[in-house]
């Protein structure tokens, strides 16, 4: 009964911890994110070694897919909040790459 019940909790703390990074998201507070992602890479991991090892009992079951539509939810409307973020980073880091590649063709100091 103890893995069922960490199995519970940790898809328990992947929901919060996806449902902060959405806030954090919405709110442009991008530099907490990483730590967030961390911590969810984590329980995922754990959730590897535990989750073929018990099977649920039916409410358990049905808490956990409730669990996995939420994350499925803000998953997806995070990544929508972040791929602007990602595209224009890149964009940023090609004009610095064209700027130096510049740079060094006519010699100038960087």
Known sequence: MAVRSEIV????????????????????EWGRLPELESRCAVVVERL?????LA???PAQRDMVLCLLERIRTEQAELSGLIK???????????S???????????????
Not at 84 to 94: G, N, T, W
């Open 9 to 28: 909790h940790c898809y328990e703390q992947i929901a919060t911890s996806i449902s902060a990074m959405l806030a954090l998201a919405r709110a442009k």
């Open 84 to 94: 602007p973020q990602l595209d224009d980073l890149i964009r940023r880091m090609d």
């Open 55 to 57: 099977s649920l009992e």
């Open 48 to 52: 590897k070694e535990i989750q073929p």
């Open 96 to 110: 610095l790459n064209h700027q130096k590649n510049l740079g060094k063709a006519y010699g100038l100091a960087h």
